[in-house]
């Protein structure tokens, strides 16, 4: 029997889109555990020191980026905002910061919750959240927090869970799907290339008619980020925002993912995303898949 706070249907407006340097559209695992991360902390100062949340589950309902497109066939262009005016009336330089608006519903596995501070912790979650920011955006609203209790081996439970996630899409990690790839001799970037390619492929008859086809890797395969790689030495830096922490700069890792409907899961935790630093490696990452 597992508990899972669920957190439904929560609206996030402004939320960054750019989950690294190379991909947009969704925010990166990091951002949803981080803030995830952040209301444990809260948790605990708040005098529930014993309770954790190790993993968590995201559900997409909708999202929308903040685009423009003149004509339909056109580019689009990210509707970014504009840095304020300086002394001068002049407009300072600044880096477009891609965001969208969307609703999600979290599923937050919970340890050190029990019916004696059950009242008590969803009495702290509900207004906590409304002091959070959540994927760099704010939170407009969100449906009351819920604990559900569940047991794997029970189908039942598990469907009653599931449906608290529909309709939407939930993101899994398809790691699996570059290391084949990289097995077979194949490059790491082609290879997220190729997964997320459509090509289109013809059959003709005899009178010289072709008829079209797309051709395409089953499953909403897309490029997520999910974590960064140091790429030099622990140590100080001038002008870095925490001084008690040691810093390095780091790069992002991308890896592929796919958006499933929740009723394809067979339990909660085959949906579940949790840290899994490597630091032998300098390796700062989640994982869905072990």
Known sequence: MKTYLLISHLRVQNANAMSCPYTIGFPAMTAWLGAVHALQRSVQQNGMEKVAMPKA???CHDCNLHTYREKRYSFQSVIGTANPLNKNGERPSFI??????LEVSLLVEVTGVSGDNKNEFLDFVEPQLHRMKMAGGDILSFRKPELLFVDSDDQSQVRYCVRKLMPGYVLVERRD???AAME???DAMQALLDSIKVS???DTDDDGNTKWRAKKAPGWIVPIAVGFHGISELGKASNQRDETQEHRFAES???L?????PYRFQSPDEMMWHYSPELEQNLYVCKNQE
């Open 200 to 202: 289109y492929e013809g």
């Open 253 to 255: 890792i991308v890896t």
């Open 257 to 261: 993912g796919e958006f499933k409907m």
């Open 177 to 179: 799907l570059v290391k």
């Open 96 to 101: 477009p910061e891609a965001r969208c608006r």
């Open 184 to 186: 077979n001799g194949g």
């Open 57 to 59: 589950a995201v559900s």
